[in-house]
């Protein structure tokens, strides 16, 4: 029995017998790739209050009140974490007939939340934006266990490798059986997935996880 031990982008020496270095042998080398189909159980949302105005703290403190309401408003919610993502005072500057005009000042806190209560989404969304909430950045959807579906992937790979090895072997009618004796992981990793808005009749904001796809490939060589 062979014994894998696998890690990404690293080539690793399969050596089911003692080989000599100095002795050349005949090889094929092919490529195999691997995917399975997976539902998301993470949602990553961005989202947060910008106010602007020419007294800085007058805005600033129009803003700290705002976004208290959201996250007062978002306790009713399950979440895995609520972090502060971005808090930034510009200074608004705009140009005419080539004179800089002083605009203000706009001040700017966006929060992360982390959730797995997909079935609300589209709640938790409307909550924060009827609570003041006036930027929604981004909705990402992860996986919390995308390494169990990539050695999935990673599996079926192998496999696919395997038989394209066996089919060039019995296609050159070569009598030998190719043994691998080296195996190179080219995955990637799994980049998130951002969201999918649905029609729906419903007065809640329609948020459609979808599916993702997680592959691998790998790059074989056997010999013969």
Not at 15 to 41: C, E, F, K, Q, W
Not at 79 to 89: C, K, L, S
Not at 91 to 96: A, R, V
Not at 146 to 158: D, G, K, M, T
Request: without cysteine.
């Amino acid at each position: 029995m062979l014994n894998f031990f696998f890690k990404k982008k690293t080539a690793y020496d399969i050596r089911p017998y003692d080989l000599d270095n100095n002795v050349s042998y005949n090889t094929i080398t092919v490529n195999g790739s691997g995917r399975v189909t997976a539902a998301p159980d993470v949602a990553v949302i961005r989202l947060g209050v910008q106010t602007a105005g020419e007294n800085l703290t007058e805005i600033q403190n129009q803003n700290a009140a705002v976004s208290q309401a959201v996250l007062q408003a978002l306790e009713q919610y399950r979440f895995i974490d609520i972090r502060t993502f971005q808090y930034q005072i510009n200074k608004i500057i705009n140009y005419e007939n080539g004179r800089q005009i002083d605009m203000g000042y706009s001040v700017r806190n966006i929060f992360e939340l982390r959730t797995d209560n997909l079935e609300q989404l589209g709640m938790i969304i409307d909550t924060a934006v009827a609570s003041g909430a006036n930027v929604v950045e981004m909705i990402e959807f992860e996986l919390s266990d995308s390494e169990q579906f990539y050695l999935e992937a990673l599996r079926l790979a192998l496999d696919n490798a395997y038989q394209k090895a066996f089919a060039i072997a019995d296609g050159l009618g070569i009598e030998n059986e190719p043994v691998p004796i080296k195996v190179t992981e080219n995955s990637s990793s799994l980049p998130p997935r951002p969201f999918l808005a649905r029609e729906s009749a419903a007065l809640t904001t329609p948020i459609e996880p979808g599916s993702m796809q997680i592959e691998a490939s790998v790059t074989m060589v056997f010999r013969y």
